[in-house]
């Protein structure tokens, strides 16, 4: 396994997402359009477009989260970082993707359980489209495998970062 070639796969593969969420985005944004012209044009609401507007949002939200950190763009509190000594600054950080790490592993395992049993027990959605749940329901531990392998990128970076 080479390191430099394993972050620019993981690297390629949040670009990748990247893209996937503005296909979701824009298809959200159709649906939604769609579906207030459909109600307020015609008196004919959609019964779809509630629905999927609903997963496309959580996958966006839940996708986004790896994204977010890849950029940096969650928020932060700095104004204590940023007087610390740059030893401190690294061990705080590396830190902090250790309680992200907790974190995506908490999603991975709860998002898991709720897709297994959805696909065991062959789960659908209560509205008309009876959407199969194990496919919304998949979007939670993919999540939490993307934001764990960028907070341990992250991590390895911070690590290997020489100090200024």
Not at 97 to 111: H, N, S
Request: glycine share 6%; aromatic share 12%; proline share 3%.
């Amino acid at each position: 396994m080479n390191g430099g070639s394993d972050l620019k796969l993981l690297d390629r593969g949040l670009t990748f997402i990247e893209y996937v969420i503005g296909a979701f985005l824009f298809i959200l944004m159709i649906s939604v359009c769609y579906d207030v012209a459909a109600r307020g044009l015609f008196n004919s609401p959609t019964i779809w477009a509630n629905e999927i507007s609903l997963y496309l949002l959580q996958a966006i939200i839940l996708l986004g989260m790896a994204v977010n950190l890849r950029h940096r763009e969650h928020i932060q509190v700095t104004f204590l970082i940023t007087n610390l000594k740059p030893t401190a600054k690294k061990i705080l950080g590396v830190f902090h993707m250790l309680v992200v790490l907790a974190f995506a592993a908490v999603v991975i395992k709860y998002g898991y359980d709720y897709f297994a049993a959805a696909l065991e027990t062959g789960r659908r959605s209560s509205t008309l489209l009876k959407i199969p749940l194990f496919i919304p329901y998949a979007i939670l531990p993919l999540s939490g495998v993307l934001l764990g392998l960028e907070a341990f990128r992250q991590m390895i970076v911070l690590w290997m970062k020489k100090e200024a």
